[in-house]
C-alpha cells in the first residue's frame, strides 16, 4: 500500500526499491530493486531522498533502524499525506511520515518523525503523537492524549482524553484506554487485559501472521 501510493499518488518520482542482499529480488512493481548494502554508491544523498516502506515489524524498530541509517549518511527524508487527509494547518507534522487517505489531524496536535498512520483515523485537538509509532486503519485519539514511541495501535481501537500510552506498550484491535497505560504494556479485548512484555508478544503475533500471509500469497502464485 505504502510504496502503490508513493508510485501514483505522490509529489515523488518512484525511481528504485531497496532490500538487504539475502532478501531482494530483481524486480519489484516495476522498478529495480538496488542491493541495500551498496545503495549510497549507486543512489547518492545529493540527488535522491528515501522513504522506508516498512510497517510494525519488531514493533517498529525494523523501520526505525533503516530510517535512522539513511539519515545517518546524509539523505533526506520524504513524507506523504494523501490529499485526501484533513490536517489542520495547526498541526505539526515530523519528518518521514506517512499519512494515508481519510486521516483527520486536528488543531494543536503534533506528529513525530518516522510515523505511520493508515486510512480512517482521527487524532483530537492537542495530542501528540511521538516518533516511530503506527496506526492501524481506523484509530480514534481523543483531544489532549499522549502517544508515547514504539507505539502499536491497532485497527478500530480508541483512546479516551488526556491519556498516556507508555512508550513501546500495544493497543489490540478494538481495544479503548480511558486510563493510562504504561511502558511496554499491552491491551487487548475482552476486558481490556493489561499485560507486561508487549514487544515479546506483539512480534510472535506479528511472525504467525506473516507466515500465513506468506502462505497466502504462495497460493495465488
Known amino acids: 500500500m505504502i510504496a502503490d501510493l508513493f508510485i501514483h499518488d505522490s509529489i515523488y518520482d518512484v525511481i528504485a526499491f531497496s532490500a538487504e542482499k539475502r532478501f531482494a529480488p530483481q524486480i ?55 490529499s485526501k487527509s484533513s490536517i489542520s494547518s495547526y498541526a505539526k507534522i515530523g519528518n518521514h511520515c506517512f499519512i494515508a487517505e481519510n486521516v483527520v489531524a486536528h488543531a494543536g496536535c503534533t506528529i513525530g518523525d518516522n510515523v505511520i498512520i493508515l486510512p480512517n483515523c482521527y487524532i483530537g485537538h492537542h495530542s501528540v503523537i511521538e516518533s516511530h509509532t503506527f496506526f492501524s486503519a481506523g484509530v480514534n485519539i481523543s ?73 497466502i500469497l504462495q497460493r495465488l502464485k
Not at 535512522?68 to 527524508?77: D, F, L, P, T, V
Not at 511502558?183 to 487487548?188: G, L
Open 28 to 82: 519489484f512493481m516495476g522498478k529495480p530493486v538496488i542491493e541495500y548494502e551498496v545503495l549510497d554508491k549507486e543512489f547518492p544523498n545529493t540527488e535522491y531522498s528515501f522513504f522506508v516502506a516498512i510497517g510494525e515489524s519488531n514493533l517498529n524498530q525494523l523501520r526505525y533502524r533503516f530510517y535512522s541509517e539513511m539519515i545517518r549518511k546524509g539523505y533526506q527524508a520524504a513524507s506523504f499525506i494523501s
Open 143 to 215: 483531544g489532549f492524549s499522549h502517544i508515547n514511541e514504539f507505539t502499536f495501535l491497532g485497527t478500530g481501537s480508541s483512546i479516551s482524553n488526556c491519556i498516556n500510552i507508555g512508550k513501546g506498550s500495544v493497543i489490540g484491535i478494538g481495544a479503548v484506554c480511558s486510563s493510562d497505560i504504561g511502558t511496554n504494556e499491552i491491551v487487548t479485548i475482552p476486558h481490556n487485559n493489561i499485560r507486561k512484555n508487549a514487544r515479546d508478544i506483539f512480534c510472535k503475533w506479528h511472525d504467525n501472521v506473516a507466515h500465513q500471509a506468506r502462505t
